[in-house]
């Protein structure tokens, strides 16, 4: 629903069973399952995600891709069998197109597969993505008695003239009706989406937009800085000149911006784009940062495959991203849709630095050394003395060989992360 919201397949872990703590790279025994629902009403020309425009999308073509999801669930629930659901994710695509029977069954289908565990410490968490432009409020109640306890809306900002510049379909107003629709339902776990960078965006529109973000009070605000994605209409715009790059020290301006003013409502950044109230993390993005097995299941979804002895450290599998051939593979085999890779160790310890930094814990060694066979330092002697001399990583904090990004990395971060998986 953003750019690289919690919305992609490859979306990103450290809640384990709900705690609020940086998290370990060990697996959990749990598996979070990610179900993909790609129609849009609107596709937005920054969007690079698997979506299919909704032009088709009738009651016949819902019907069917719900039997695919659960005939692929019933086929690879098996690659994760006896392990208790941690968390259900519905992302997009825009979710909230499905009509809540069809939500039922499907978290019917994977509590089945995946019963949880039922204790009080590790509860589930089961988050739909809705977008205000399609959001039908009156079936809000039915998607909360469907077993929906948590919503991410796809807001972007609350200004008409952005909204309209970046091609979203919805305005502030039916933004707010959704937020309202949303507390009137009875939802208590409420997480807005935000772009900053924006064409034509100022640090006082920003300001405005976190102003009035505050004054709904959600539990969770996730951030994201508007990317040009090559081989969208965005993209193609920027690279014949017909739109221009944000300034880059304005764009790391209005991190620190949103930080400072969201840190002083009370919101810890716990993880480079999102915001939470303590309590509110996001359990199931957790599971991708501390690279917890995750099932994806639909078109485009993406899996953090259990470990196993064929691959000790994690693989990822990628489900087609067009919605013929994710049909036509489900209906042929479905335990093997998607295509797999099995991380090979430089691959994945620059995964684990990488995720890890994106974390506000940041990267824990001895967890690091546990599986790779030796601390950080042992692997990334340069990438680390060079992050630390330019004030952007700190080491040993809070024990020997921790890293974590300071202050001014912060602001950075994608940089210094992205230093770690080029030096894998
Ligand atoms: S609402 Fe827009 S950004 Fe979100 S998934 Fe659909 S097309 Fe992409």
Redesign the pocket.
């Known amino acids: 629903?953003?750019p690289n919201a919690d919305?992609d397949g490859a979306r990103t872990g450290g809640d384990v069973a709900g705690k609020e703590h940086g998290g370990a790279s060990f697996d959990d025994g749990r598996v979070g399952v990610y179900v993909h629902l790609p129609f849009?009403e609107r596709?937005?020309p920054y969007?690079d995600?698997a979506?299919v425009p909704a032009k088709a999308f009738d009651r016949e073509l819902e019907t069917r891709y719900v039997a695919a999801l659960r005939r692929e669930l019933e086929a690879r629930s098996r690659d994760f069998g006896g392990r208790p659901l941690a968390s259900l994710y519905f992302g997009?695509?825009?979710p909230s197109l499905f009509r809540p029977d069809s939500i039922a069954r499907l978290i019917e289908a994977v509590e089945r597969a995946f019963p949880p565990t039922g204790r009080r410490e590790e509860p589930i968490e089961i988050t739909l993505e809705l977008?205000p432009g399609t959001l039908e409020l009156a079936r809000l109640p039915a998607f909360r008695d469907a077993g929906i306890d948590r919503l991410s809306i796809?807001i972007q900002s609350f200004d008409d003239g952005l909204l309209k510049r970046l091609g979203r379909a919805h305005r502030a107003i039916l933004a707010r009706r959704a937020l309202e629709a949303a507390r009137a339902a009875g939802f208590d776990n409420l997480s807005i989406d935000l772009i900053f960078a924006g064409p034509g965006q100022t640090r006082s529109d920003l300001d405005r937009d976190l102003d009035e973000v505050l004054r709904w009070g959600p539990e969770h605000v996730s951030t994201y800085e508007l990317t040009f994605e090559p081989g969208t209409p965005f993209g193609r715009a920027l690279a014949s000149g017909r739109m221009s790059a944000f300034d880059e020290e304005v764009a790391a301006d209005m991190i620190g911006q949103i930080e400072d003013r969201l840190g002083a409502a009370g919101f810890e950044r716990y993880e480079i784009s999102n915001h939470a109230r303590p309590g509110f993390r996001s359990r199931h993005n957790a599971r991708y940062w501390s690279r917890q097995a995750v099932l994806g299941l639909g078109m485009g979804a993406h899996s953090t495959e259990a470990r196993a002895p064929r691959h000790p450290h994690g693989a990822r599998r990628a489900n087609p991203r067009v919605l013929s051939d994710w049909f036509e593979r489900v209906e042929r085999d479905p335990a093997h849709v998607g295509t797999v890779e099995s991380l090979p160790p430089p691959t994945a310890r620059g995964e684990a630095v990488f995720l890890a930094l994106r974390r506000r814990e940041g990267l824990v060694a001895t967890d690091f050394a546990a599986e790779f066979g030796a601390p950080p330092r042992a692997y990334f002697e340069s990438e680390i003395a060079r992050n630390v001399a330019r004030g952007w990583l700190e080491e040993d904090v809070p024990a020997p060989g921790d890293l974590r990004l300071t202050a001014a990395g912060r602001l950075l971060a994608d940089r210094v992360a992205a230093d770690f998986v080029s030096g894998a």
């Open positions: 629903m953003t919305g849009c596709i937005c969007c995600f979506v997009g695509g825009t977008n796809g």
